[in-house]
DNA sequence: GTGGTCTAGACCACT
DNA sequence: GTGGTCTAGACCACA
């Protein structure tokens, strides 16, 4: 399921972050649904519950997901009130990136064709096809 | 003209990294300029020498610069053989961004936009010998 | 254990890492077996921490080793695909030494002998996943 | 003639004595020839005379040339007489770059090629074919 | 003057 | 406890 680099340079949470990040994005995992607890998580991947925590905590912090103590922790509904700050970060980080990518020879086409593939991924967005169904909870 | 923040999570030394990355890419910094020395930038920028050295060996190790003994640091010719590793590595950090900026409300026109802004900035790619303006800088 | 000349102009952090590669090709430390801690380390051979952890950046750089923050250095897998790069350095240097030595007055033999010697030495290349023998060392 | 490479990591003067060496081991330059005064090699290769001269006096200290004040510098005979502390010195950057070579996949056999190839670029050394008298040796 | 190495000692981040 | 970053200050090697 979650396949982590033990050898990375990326500390341990930061890949669980962007692991759990992108299944909420991608709508693998969806709004309310709940994530597999902190001990029962650590156990299957074998790493120390406080990386979990620390990770489920960070998730928290940016609005991905939300928790209710001594139940879990839940993805949050997507605000879709656009969050000028985060936007604006990621842009830089894409601003970066983008550069590299360009000096380093990917093609402009190559770039685009990659947004558009991105683009079919990731849960409709706003729009998002048909979840009519997850409006529970708190 | 750097702008550092000491505080950030961000080390020092790659802030510096990215920094002097980006004006070797959008070619500020030309092939075989000279960067300015290990000891004045420290003092310009009021931190420790031995953290531009980092940052420099980096930039070395990631073939964006060279360094002489006696001499000083310079920026290396760009290779333009297309480096297939970092392009991977750079291909996965973009997929990351540009699916959270497509989650967070930022259209694909928007996007390709950005890539289109970029590319206007970055260094004409593989021919430019023959740049008639090549003055110094920094 | 490692015996290290601080009056060579060879650096510190270099004689460590040539050291630790022929620990490592070697295979007197194996895949993924733990290095000594940096400080540890740093203490054992009287020499200042941040030597070490060069020494050890650099291995990491070349794809000997890896660390994670919290936890510690490994040996990383040897990945077995050939890395014509370095090959081609490696090579030049051979050439360089080899011309040396044959100028010197060894004689071929003696240098088809040295090779055959480092053969046996050499971690048995590709297939020793169920070596019998590892236990720690250092 | 010599193709000197500033944005080595190398020092010149090193690379200076190994493009030397390398002339003198192939017979390029015969013994007692003059070599280049500093000066003219100094503007030729446009590089500073102190690092001509610097590399001079590394190749005398090394018994590869002699120098006569007022006239030149001058390749010296061959000695032929084993200089074990060189050869103990030259076996031992073999051996840590065979090991390495071995590593990295390359064969036996290619390396044992290398050494034929080489052997027939040597300046005929002592005439060692089949060298009968390089067995003492300490 | 340049880059490069090393030390001593402090503090942070991750597990 | 682990690796990683940073500082202040010293000394060396190269051009």
């Given at each position: 399921m979650f396949e982590l680099d033990v050898?990375?340079?990326?500390?341990?949470?930061?890949?669980?972050v962007?692991?759990?990040?992108?299944l909420i994005i991608t709508e693998i995992l969806k709004t309310d649904e709940q994530l597999p607890s902190v001990r029962s998580l650590a156990q299957?991947?074998?790493?120390?519950?406080?990386?979990?925590?620390?990770?489920?905590?960070?998730?928290?912090?940016?609005?991905?997901?939300?928790?209710?103590k001594g139940k879990g922790s839940f993805v949050?509904?997507?605000?879709?009130?656009?969050?000028?700050?985060?936007?604006v970060k990621v842009k830089k980080e894409l601003t970066k990136y983008l550069s590299e990518a360009l000096?380093?020879?990917v093609s402009t086409a190559e770039l685009i064709d990659l947004i558009?593939?991105?683009e079919a991924n990731v849960g409709g967005g706003?729009?998002?096809d048909e979840d009519e169904s997850s409006e529970k909870m708190l």
């Amino acid at each position: 399921m979650f396949e982590l680099d033990v050898r990375s340079r990326k500390p341990i949470y930061e890949q669980l972050v962007d692991k759990l990040k992108e299944l909420i994005i991608t709508e693998i995992l969806k709004t309310d649904e709940q994530l597999p607890s902190v001990r029962s998580l650590a156990q299957e991947l074998t790493i120390n519950p406080n990386t979990i925590q620390k990770a489920y905590r960070e998730l928290e912090n940016q609005g991905y997901i939300y928790s209710i103590k001594g139940k879990g922790s839940f993805v949050s509904p997507a605000t879709h009130q656009p969050n000028t700050e985060k936007i604006v970060k990621v842009k830089k980080e894409l601003t970066k990136y983008l550069s590299e990518a360009l000096f380093l020879g990917v093609s402009t086409a190559e770039l685009i064709d990659l947004i558009k593939e991105i683009e079919a991924n990731v849960g409709g967005g706003m729009l998002n096809d048909e979840d009519e169904s997850s409006e529970k909870m708190l």
